[in-house]
């Protein structure tokens, strides 16, 4: 059962464009709401986060929507770099459990184009 | 601040042997979790450790085990080792419980390959 699905295995921007990438989620005990960008062997990296009493949260080109009646969040990068070019996960957890215990979706692979 | 250490980065196994990997967490942080990366189930959640005790764990076989220790270093282990457990293992450091500060930070992971 996937709890948290990211339904575009891939998707192709050019530079200087806005990328949105998207997520969805099931499981309404999800309070907190997190994105990591990957690049192959390594490690993820944080990138943004949003509990569920926002509905939006900003970072320089990076900002998060979570829309809880949709249960369906969105990263939006803004404007688009080649170095953004990796793999994209979001992921969810329930912020006031005992536990840091991550569910993660499937990935976007972006590839922004110079 | 150093981040997140993982060692081995690489390590080649044959089936039925065991292996140990290791992780050392942010300084600071207590929670450390442990995650697998393979191309067909993404990252999958295998167990968390807060303060040396185990407070959450995946659905994995028995086999997949792991500890922590006071240092708030964690080691994971794998008993007889399984072609399908070829996979990226990953370690995650938080800062302490749900609730406080739930962003975790990877390692770079470890590569395991089973032959």
């Known amino acids: 059962d996937q709890q948290v699905k990211q339904n575009s295995p891939s998707l192709s921007v050019q530079e200087g464009r806005i990328s949105i990438l998207n997520c969805d989620y099931t499981?309404?005990?999800?309070?907190?709401f997190l994105w990591y960008k990957k690049y192959p062997a390594e490690g993820p990296t944080f990138l943004i986060s949003?509990?569920?009493?926002?509905d939006k949260n900003e970072d320089g080109r990076f900002t998060v929507f979570l829309n809880k009646s949709a249960k369906h969040l969105s990263l939006h990068i803004v404007p688009s770099q080649p170095g953004d070019s990796a793999v994209y996960f979001c992921?969810?957890?329930?912020?006031?459990?005992?536990?840091?215990?991550?569910?993660f979706g499937t990935g976007t692979l972006l590839a922004v184009q110079p | 601040k150093a981040g997140v250490t993982q060692t081995p980065r690489y390590l080649i196994k044959t089936r039925g042997q065991q292996v140990t990997l290791s992780c050392s967490p942010i300084?600071?942080?207590?929670?450390v979790s442990w995650y697998q990366q393979t191309p067909g189930q993404g990252l999958q959640f295998l167990f968390e450790?807060?303060?040396?005790?185990?407070?959450n764990k995946g659905n994995f076989p028995g086999r997949f085990s792991g500890r922590q220790f006071s240092n708030s270093r964690s080691e994971m282990n794998v008993s007889t080792l399984e072609l399908g457990d070829s996979a990226l293992y990953l370690c995650?450091?938080?800062f302490g419980r749900g609730g406080l500060n739930t962003e975790a930070f990877f390692g770079q992971g470890t590569r395991l390959t089973v032959v």
């Open positions: 995650a450091s938080s």
């Open positions: 499981n309404s005990m999800f309070d907190y």
């Open positions: 949003i509990s569920s009493i926002k």
């Open positions: 992921a969810a957890s329930r912020y006031g459990g005992a536990t840091n215990k991550l569910i």
């Open positions: 300084s600071g942080h207590r929670s």
């Open positions: 450790y807060f303060s040396e005790t185990q407070r």
